[in-house]
């Protein structure tokens, strides 16, 4: 039986879980790393209508009656940080790059209605790039799952196996026929972070972000994700049911920087891209699938 952490309607807070982040001294090594069989639930969770307006307006999202496709997301971190600062993961949560992020909505989610939260891991994997595993969100009213996430992350680790190989190149951009620049104020990874309560350093100033290698702060992975999905929703063959939007997080998106955002439509399916201001490289590229 798995170990279960259950919280009835009040989430972990988070600054503690963020003292123990920056605390952690963990060194892992070897390819006999297990994950743990634990899980985090929140039982009653409940969106602040003050909390989603201000999450809509800085990711884009027009206010209606249901919840933004990527909001769960912000209701299930702090279950997310719980797993990931806990004694018996041993990752260091600083040390993690998110590669992909897949997102399935069954139904629209109305804002009032309560969701039972449900964190665990998934499968996990050692690869040329170090150690890849699954974070997977569940969502459900009613006793019925409504919405279903699972983020790909990875701990960078040196393939001491291989040889040294050529660095292959770049494959070239298939642009596609439909374009909308996207402008990202300076701002917007500090204005992220007091809406969705990820505040890695990386994301929050350029100074802080210089600290672990970066000559700038970059947007968050799921800020661009949804205001993607907010631009995509607004177009004329959005269907706003059931829903699967896939990701795969590339090039960092400096702040402040400008994108285009590219995308071709299909019946069952649109295939976009948030490309660089030479269209010549993505910052993410993914997929919509109507269910």
């Not at 019925?144 to 699972?150: D, H, L, Q, R, S």
């Not at 001491?160 to 300076?186: D, H, L, Q, R, W």
């Not at 100033?205 to 600290?211: P, T, V």
């Amino acid at each position: 039986m798995p170990d279960r952490l259950i919280y009835r309607d009040t989430p972990p807070a988070l600054l503690p879980l963020y003292g123990k982040a920056v605390m952690q001294r963990k060194s892992p090594s070897g390819n006999g790393l297990t994950l743990p069989d634990q899980r985090a639930v929140l039982l009653c969770a409940h969106t602040s209508v003050t909390a989603l307006r201000q999450y809509e307006r800085v990711c884009g999202f027009r206010s209606g009656n249901h919840m933004p496709i990527t909001w769960p997301h912000i209701l299930a971190f702090p279950l997310h940080l719980k797993l990931l600062t806990g004694k018996a993961f041993p990752l260091p949560l600083l040390g993690l790059v998110h590669l992909r992020n897949s997102i399935t909505q069954h139904r629209p989610i109305g804002i009032g209605e309560p969701l039972k939260l449900e964190v665990f891991f998934g499968g996990q994997a050692h690869t040329n790039r170090g150690v890849e595993f699954e974070l997977v969100t569940r969502a459900g009213s009613a006793g019925t799952v409504v919405w279903e996430e699972t983020s790909t992350m990875l701990y960078r680790q040196p393939d001491k196996t291989s040889g040294a190989t050529t660095k292959a190149a770049p494959p070239e951009v298939e642009i596609y026929p439909n374009t909308f620049n996207v402008n990202v104020p300076e701002a917007t990874g500090r204005q992220y972070a007091r809406v969705s309560g990820d505040r890695n350093p990386i994301h929050m100033h350029a100074m802080s972000a210089k600290a672990f290698g970066f000559p700038r702060a970059i947007a968050h992975g799921m800020w661009s994700k949804a205001h993607v999905a907010s631009i995509l929703e607004q177009q004329a063959g959005w269907q706003s049911d059931a829903v699967r939007i896939s990701c795969q997080f590339k090039k960092p998106l400096f702040l402040p920087g400008t994108a285009q955002l590219n995308w071709r439509e299909s019946p069952t399916n649109w295939d976009y891209q948030l490309l660089n201001t030479r269209g010549d490289a993505p910052h993410l590229s993914g997929r919509i699938d109507w269910l």
